[in-house]
């Protein structure tokens, strides 16, 4: 049985997992799209915090119940326009910050990121854009290092996934107004144990 999320539900794209996981530990319903041998692995790990769609499925199917998306992969044409359609209300986009070239998404996964062609679709679709673009992503626990947003495409640095993946999941509650992009840089500063705070971050960043 497929179960029907709540409309606030946000759909994470595979390469997303890292934010959807923390999205689960904060007990928040997600729809994650995996591919189809891996679903009843998906719901065996998480639990029911996560509705599991299928990546074999239509892109409208995968968008039942979703308020939000997340990409942090190839941006297919038919999900962008099946989000038009939909009605969805957000659109978080894992890009790429230009000095990026190399770390945890040295793969063909960070060619597809670093395609500014996916933020300019995005950008061009009407909805919602938030563009989030890691410095060097690297796979290490988060909250141990300050969280620094910027804009100017010019931050260099690195960043943990896991701090990635929060940054993600708080872009997703401020979205900016529909058919505006709001696109910026995350990269990890000095030692912290401070918690971000997120609400004087985000209100520091400019709109184009």
Wanted: glycine content about 8%.
């Amino acid at each position: 049985m497929i179960r029907r999320p709540p409309r606030s539900t946000p759909l994470y794209s595979s390469a997303a997992s890292d934010v959807y996981k923390r999205q689960v530990l904060a007990k928040a319903t997600v729809v994650a799209s995996v591919d189809g041998d891996r679903i009843a692995l998906a719901e065996t790990r998480f639990g029911p915090y996560v509705n599991v769609a299928s990546n074999e499925w239509s892109a409208g199917a995968r968008l039942n119940g979703v308020r939000a998306v997340v990409v942090a992969g190839a941006l297919e044409d038919d999900l962008l326009d099946a989000c038009v359609r939909r009605g969805v209300k957000h659109l978080v986009l894992v890009s790429s910050a230009k000095s990026a070239s190399g770390g945890l998404f040295a793969d063909a996964d960070a060619r597809v990121r670093g395609d500014r062609g996916r933020e300019a679709r995005a950008a061009a679709s009407g909805l919602a854009v938030t563009v989030v673009r890691p410095c060097v992503v690297r796979r290490e626990p988060g909250g141990a290092r300050e969280i620094v947003l910027g804009q100017g495409d010019d931050m260099s640095g690195d960043v943990s996934v896991e701090d990635l993946a929060e940054t993600c999941a708080r872009a997703l509650t401020r979205p900016p107004s529909p058919g505006r992009t709001l696109a910026f840089e995350v990269r990890n500063g000095a030692p912290s144990s401070s918690a971000p705070n997120w609400k004087a971050m985000f209100a520091s960043l400019k709109l184009p």
